[in-house]
């Protein structure tokens, strides 16, 4: 201050009140250091003003202690800068010995200078607004203090010794630095950081903070996670990435993909323009290059790289056992030069795989292939599988009796399958042809002469004659004549056997002095129909008919006879909203039993047929408490006759007691019921 612009006597004093008891305080002048030597004798609180060297120079201090040097420099004129002045200075940064008028000075000036308060002002705008995170791992980007979303961040990223796998990646480089040297091993370039659109740029703290957490991403934005876990931090993720494009490496040995393979020389080409983008084994003309695009020539067994604005230049030479895929190959014939993986092996290059199905025609064969029948089994290869295709289909065709490639059976020489025929065709002339035709031996054997191999010729009052043996015949009837009686049946009788014309091979014999006669039924007759028996292979057929339902059994020494089955048919049951007993069976002398009921529904023209087992739990000296029954092959035409229930019971006791079939129809419904039963007795 200017010790000029007022004038203080020595010992004038003020009173201050200190706690009720008055302290006088001074204000002192002189030309002593007041802090140096003996000081100069005040009480706290006084004042002391120092004349100084120079017209205008002087000091004012203020006394802070009892001790007499216990003073402060607090202001001064001349350019001095007292203590308290001086430290304001040095906490705001100001240039040290200063006037004090001038601005902080900063060590770093990319967003603040001037006054203090202004550069306050630039800090605020440059840190920004909130930021909304995204959330990847537990602590990510939020609405928090900077320091605390730089920490965030930088867990996400993880640590160096996180990158335990560095095959591809460095510790030295940044994030997207390691993830381009991954995708380069992978086969797409990533070009500098430019990872995503608002990567860190010239903006304020919080927007280059969220953009750093929106270029992490999001957990959800982890789709594939066979590797990585969105639990894991960048770098671990990257060195496990790292560790499986390591392995894969190491195992295929696949190298960056090429654009095109082709057999020109390449050596001299030089920009794209013109008979550079021509290649004399693409089907498709010339094509459209761009700076880059890597193509393989085998001349020299060398990849160009194209280069627009001069001479192509030339990749490393490739090592022994190298993979890379291509996504055209000229080398291919013509609609075929889509994608194909190549092996180096050493010397020459060898295509692999073919990548489109569109160029599985050129896919051959082994050169030892042959067709060889069998059944394909997954364990075929595909090429054993087609060997049996190719040798049972050739068999079908044999079979067939036509060409391969034929589509239908050619021409016949009769008339009953018309020429030029497919199978199903002639299947059905056939049939048709035998089921027109008539089934009695007496309409077959007409009069006239059929010769030839195998024919049967059949003169009007003559013997029947078969073609002989040696002339290709198989059968010959020899004996009485053949004649006509009774309205045309025909009646072969007489004392002669029948039998084969020589005794090479002969297979029907019928011998003896059995008559053989027509009856008035018009029907052949073996054996006299009144008396006489008739033995075929030493079985006696009985000579009388026996009642209706039986059957024929042997009684083990040759002699058959009429006996009742052992399936029994009941009457028929015609049933309309009602339950009626089909059929039953004694308990004591059937264990079990099998019903097959048919049930005709004539209204709606369908019929059912259905298979019931049924069984009891009782014996012969007791009765039964329980009957079961399964229903099985519920078989139906035109529909299922849902009104018709089938069900098997008990009644009655003792050696009465029988187990049931009982049918029960709904109403307004008409059934015909018929039921066979076989059962088995105790």
């Not at 009686?485 to 091979?505: M, P, Q, Y």
């Not at 008035?520 to 026996?546: E, F």
């Not at 209706?548 to 052992?566: I, R």
């Amino acid at each position: 201050m200017a010790l000029d612009l007022f004038r203080v006597e020595a010992g004038f004093a003020i009173d201050n009140d200190n706690g009720g008891t008055p302290v006088e305080t001074s204000i002192l002048n002189g030309n002593v250091d007041p802090s140096a030597g003996g000081g100069v004798v005040a009480n706290a609180g006084s004042m002391y003003q120092r004349n100084t060297a120079g017209a205008d120079g002087g000091e004012l201090w203020l006394k802070y202690g009892d001790a007499d040097t216990e003073w402060v420099l607090f202001a001064a004129s001349g350019g001095v800068v007292g203590s308290e002045d001086a430290f304001q200075n040095t906490y705001m940064g100001k240039t040290a010995g200063g006037s004090g008028n001038e601005n902080p000075t900063y060590s770093s000036t990319n967003i603040v200078s001037g006054s203090l308060t202004t550069a306050i002002g630039a800090l605020d705008a440059e840190i920004g607004a909130a930021v909304s995170g995204n959330t990847r791992t537990v602590g990510a980007v939020s609405d928090q203090a900077v320091n605390s979303n730089i920490e965030a961040l930088d867990d996400a990223i993880g640590t160096d010794a996180q990158l335990a796998s560095t095959e591809t990646i460095s510790t030295a480089n940044s994030v997207n630095q390691n993830l381009s040297a991954l995708d380069a091993e992978i086969g797409n370039a990533v070009s500098g950081n430019t990872r995503t659109v608002g990567a860190i740029s010239d903006q304020d703290v919080n927007s280059n903070l969220e953009a750093l957490d929106d270029a992490i991403g999001t957990d959800a934005q982890m789709a594939n996670q066979n590797i990585i876990d969105d639990a894991n931090s960048i770098y671990s993720n990257l060195s496990l990435l790292d560790g499986a494009v390591s392995a894969l490496q190491s195992g295929l040995q696949w190298i960056e993909e090429v654009d095109y393979v082709t057999a020109d020389d390449l050596s001299a080409r030089t920009g794209i323009a013109g008979a550079n983008s021509v290649f004399s084994d693409n089907d498709g003309g010339a094509v459209t290059l761009v700076n880059g695009d890597r193509i393989y020539s085998t001349n020299d067994d060398t990849i160009y790289i194209v280069n627009t604005g001069g001479a192509w230049t030339t990749a490393p030479a490739l090592n022994p056992d190298e993979t890379f895929f291509t996504y055209n190959n000229f080398l291919d014939p013509v609609n075929q030069e889509k994608g194909a993986a190549f092996r180096y092996n050493g010397a020459a290059l060898v295509k692999v795989a073919d990548m489109d199905f569109e160029l599985a025609d050129s896919i051959n064969l082994t050169s030892g292939y042959s067709a060889s029948n069998g059944t394909v089994t997954a364990s075929d290869t595909i090429e054993t599988a087609i060997s049996k295709l190719d040798a049972n289909q050739a068999d079908i065709i044999t079979l067939t009796g036509v060409a391969q490639g034929a589509v239908d059976l050619g021409t016949f020489t009769g008339t009953t399958i018309a020429d030029n025929s497919t199978i199903k065709a002639a299947l059905q002339a056939l049939e048709t042809e035998v089921e027109t035709k008539p089934e009695t031996l007496a309409q077959v054997l007409v009069n006239g002469n059929v010769t030839g191999a195998n024919d049967i010729i059949v003169s009007s009052g003559q013997a029947i004659t078969g073609v002989d043996a040696a002339v290709g015949g198989t059968l010959s009837l020899l004996g009485g004549n053949g004649t006509t009686t009774d309205g045309g049946n025909v009646s072969i009788s007489g004392g002669d056997a029948f039998a084969t014309s020589d005794g090479d091979g002969g297979d029907v014999i019928i011998t003896g002095g059995a008559k053989d006669d027509v009856g008035a039924d018009g029907n052949i007759h073996i054996g006299d129909s009144q008396t006489s028996q008739v033995t075929i292979h030493s079985l006696v057929y009985p000579n009388a008919d026996g009642d209706p339902g039986q059957v024929l059994a042997t009684d083990g020494s040759g002699n058959l006879g009429f006996v009742n089955p052992g399936a029994t048919q009941t009457a028929q049951s015609t049933i309309t909203n009602t339950s009626v007993v089909l059929d039953s069976v004694l308990v004591d002398e059937h264990s079990a039993a099998k019903w097959l009921v048919t049930f005709v529904d004539a209204a709606n023209s369908r019929r059912n047929a259905v298979e019931v087992y049924a069984t009891h739990n009782g014996l012969a000296a007791a009765d039964a408490t329980l009957a079961d029954n399964t229903q099985y092959a519920i078989l139906k035409a035109n529909g299922k006759i849902t009104a018709v229930t089938l069900s098997v019971g008990l009644n009655g006791t003792g050696a009465a007691q029988v187990m049931r079939l009982i049918a029960t129809v709904a109403s307004g419904t008409t059934v015909d019921l018929r039921a066979a039963r076989v059962s088995v007795n105790f």
